[in-house]
C-alpha cells in the first residue's frame, strides 16, 4: 500500500516555472514507477511524465518533452515535477501516481496508486 501526497500547485504566468512533488508513505517507494497525469476542465486525464523504480529510464508526452523534468529522491521518499516554459494549455489538476512496473506507462489505468491532485494554472 503506498499513499501519495502533492505539494501545492499555484498560479504562475506563462513562460515561469513550478515544481511539483509528491510524496509516499511506506518503505517501498523505490519498488515502484512514478508517473505524473493531468486532467484539464472537459479533457481526459492525459499523460504527462514518468520514471521508473531505479530512476534510470524516463518518458514524457510530446507536449512537454524539453520543459519538463520528471526525478526521483529515495532517501525523501519523493518524486518531483520540474515544470519550466509554462504555457496557458499547461493548466491542469496534476497528479501523481504509482505503478510497480514501468511499462505502459503513459496509460493511466496501469497505475495502482494516485495521489488527491493539485491545481497548476498558467495565465497568458
Known amino acids: 500500500q503506498v499513499q501519495l501526497v502533492e505539494s501545492a500547485g499555484g498560479l504562475v504566468q506563462a513562460g515561469g516555472s513550478l515544481r511539483l512533488s509528491c510524496a509516499a508513505s511506506?518503505?517501498?517507494?523505490?519498488?515502484?514507477?512514478m508517473g505524473w497525469f493531468r486532467q484539464a476542465p472537459g479533457k481526459e486525464r492525459e499523460f504527462v511524465a514518468a520514471?521508473?523504480?531505479?530512476?534510470?529510464?524516463?518518458s514524457y508526452a510530446d507536449s512537454v518533452k524539453g520543459r519538463f523534468t520528471i526525478s526521483r529522491d529515495y532517501a525523501g521518499n519523493t518524486a518531483y515535477l520540474q515544470m519550466n516554459n509554462l504555457k496557458p494549455e499547461d493548466t491542469a489538476v496534476y497528479y501523481c501516481?504509482?505503478?510497480?512496473?514501468?511499462?505502459?506507462?503513459?496509460?493511466?489505468?496501469?497505475?495502482?496508486?494516485w495521489g488527491q491532485g493539485t491545481q497548476v494554472t498558467v495565465s497568458s
Open positions: 501516481a504509482a505503478k510497480s512496473a514501468y511499462y505502459s506507462v503513459n496509460a493511466y489505468e496501469q497505475y495502482d496508486y
Open positions: 511506506g518503505r517501498t517507494f523505490s519498488t515502484y514507477a
Open positions: 520514471i521508473s523504480r531505479g530512476g534510470v529510464s524516463t
